[in-house]
């Protein structure tokens, strides 16, 4: 009997990837005691451009010639989203809320279709309800950040501490981290489960032999 071999890098190490990416997008967030819109531009621009690259390599390393174009395009997106937010004479406000509005509604919508595209041409599988998932949750950053003020502002004061102030940038990109947390956890749970392809494969390898 004659068995494909296995790819040395398939879609669940992009997965993996991904959430080793956001993870560290999240702590960096979470431990930042500044969360100003350069700041929140400079992490998410690193953050979109290794996503950017890994889904640049998975497309020719872990899916085959007629599959690649959504891992292309949405490396070519995160890219491109990642550069304009790594010039930093361009980082301001403004910049993080449009940026950051513009990537999330255009990534979200074309892995959420990807997903709805490939669940209907293969039932059953596994990865296409995951990329579904994704683009909602990214779905749901783009229109979470849209619904906060950009120029809003409290100002508070916490005794013993001192007077603080609460801006709509400190919000947008405490929601950033916070989809960036959620995005590790359920990409990372992803990655590790066991893909039913595979144990289909499994199953017709023992009833072969």
Do not use: C
Not at 45 to 67: E, N, Q
Not at 120 to 147: H, N, Q
Not at 153 to 169: C, D, H, Q, R
Request: aromatic letters at 10%; zero cysteines.
């Amino acid at each position: 009997m004659t068995t494909t071999p296995p790819r040395a890098f398939e879609p669940r190490h992009l997965q993996l990837a991904r959430a080793l990416f956001a993870a560290l997008a999240a702590v960096m967030v979470t431990f930042s005691p500044d969360h100003s819109a350069a700041v929140g531009l400079a992490i998410f621009s690193g953050f979109s451009i290794a996503t950017g690259l890994v889904f640049v390599l998975a497309a020719w390393l872990a899916f085959p010639a007629g599959r690649r174009a959504v891992p292309i395009l949405l490396g070519a997106l995160d890219l491109a989203a990642g550069m304009v937010a790594g010039v930093t004479p361009w980082r301001s406000t403004a910049l993080f809320f449009a940026l950051v509005i513009t990537w999330a509604a255009v990534t979200g919508l074309v892995e959420l279709l990807a997903g709805i595209r490939a669940r209907r041409a293969a039932l059953g599988a596994e990865s296409p309800r995951d990329a579904m998932t994704i683009g909602v949750l990214t779905l749901v950053l783009a229109a979470g950040t849209a619904v906060v003020p950009a120029g809003y502002a409290l100002n508070y004061s916490v005794e013993g501490a001192g007077t603080f102030t609460l801006t709509g940038t400190v919000i947008a990109v405490g929601i950033f981290g916070g989809y960036a947390a959620i995005v590790a956890v359920f990409l990372g749970i992803a990655g590790f489960s066991p893909r039913k392809d595979a144990v289909v494969a499994n199953d017709r390898t023992e009833v072969d032999a």
